[in-house]
């Protein structure tokens, strides 16, 4: 049995709808690779030509902007894919990928996957939301930064990234960002994000030890979101 129909990224992306026949398939042209913190995956304006489905890790998706600085479009978790927009539209990447941790992944062809568009509808119709869902929450990101104030969007990104990777023993965000990621995340420079952090520790909304960032007043910073 192959290990792609126990694997999480299956589980949780559209890969699920793939029967075996189609994922012993995959497995059979799949390559694994294990990349290390801070490297890059790919760059904007590559040809990536298949898809990585991230078996274990978390990656930045980054965007050039014209002053020379990357700006952090979204992290990207085990269990969701790298790739697809890019596969569909058959054009070159338009991000760039870092890993902000070490990561498993598995690189498959573009050859394959458009061969499960032609013999699998509910695959296709799977990676046209997952691409719908990626553009909402663009949308929701763009209305943000154009509306609300870089106080507000520290809550909302802190708030967010509790949410969605958790936290570890010590009750610290279980990913760890840079100040100046974070400020790239929340779209200001990265002096005034770490004068933020420096207010909300003062305000008892977190607590700072040394890079690490615990939420402590979850109810104040909802407040200071909405």
Do not use: W
């Not at 793939?18 to 490297?39: F, H, P, R």
């Not at 539209?89 to 338009?94: A, F, I, L, Q, R």
């Not at 663009?138 to 969007?153: I, W």
């Not at 840079?178 to 200001?188: N, W």
């Amino acid at each position: 049995m192959s290990k792609c129909e126990h694997c999480i990224v299956r589980e949780f992306s559209s890969l699920k709808a793939l029967n075996k026949e189609e994922l012993l398939k995959m497995a059979e042209c799949k390559t694994s690779v294990t990349i290390k913190k801070g490297d890059l995956i790919f760059e904007e304006g590559e040809n990536v030509n298949g898809i990585y489905c991230i078996k274990d890790g978390v990656c930045k998706l980054t965007k050039l902007s014209p002053n020379g600085k990357d700006h952090i479009v979204k992290l990207v978790k085990k269990g969701e894919l790298l790739g697809q927009r890019s596969l569909i539209s058959d054009e070159p990447v338009n991000l760039s990928a870092f890993a902000l941790e070490d990561m498993e992944v598995c690189f498959i062809p573009k050859s394959e996957i458009l061969g499960f568009f032609d013999s699998n509808n509910k695959f296709s119709m799977n990676v046209m939301k997952t691409i719908c869902g990626d553009l909402k929450e663009a949308d929701e990101t763009m209305v943000n930064l154009a509306q609300k104030n870089v106080k507000e969007r520290l809550a909302i990104t802190l708030l967010y990234l509790e949410e969605t990777f958790g936290k570890n023993e010590d009750n610290s965000l279980k990913i760890q960002l840079s100040r100046e990621e974070l400020a790239s995340m929340i779209g200001t420079a990265t002096e005034s994000c770490i004068r933020l952090l420096s207010d909300f520790n003062k305000l008892e909304l977190i607590e700072l030890n040394g890079k690490k960032i615990i939420l402590k007043n979850i109810s104040k910073l909802k407040k200071m979101a909405e």
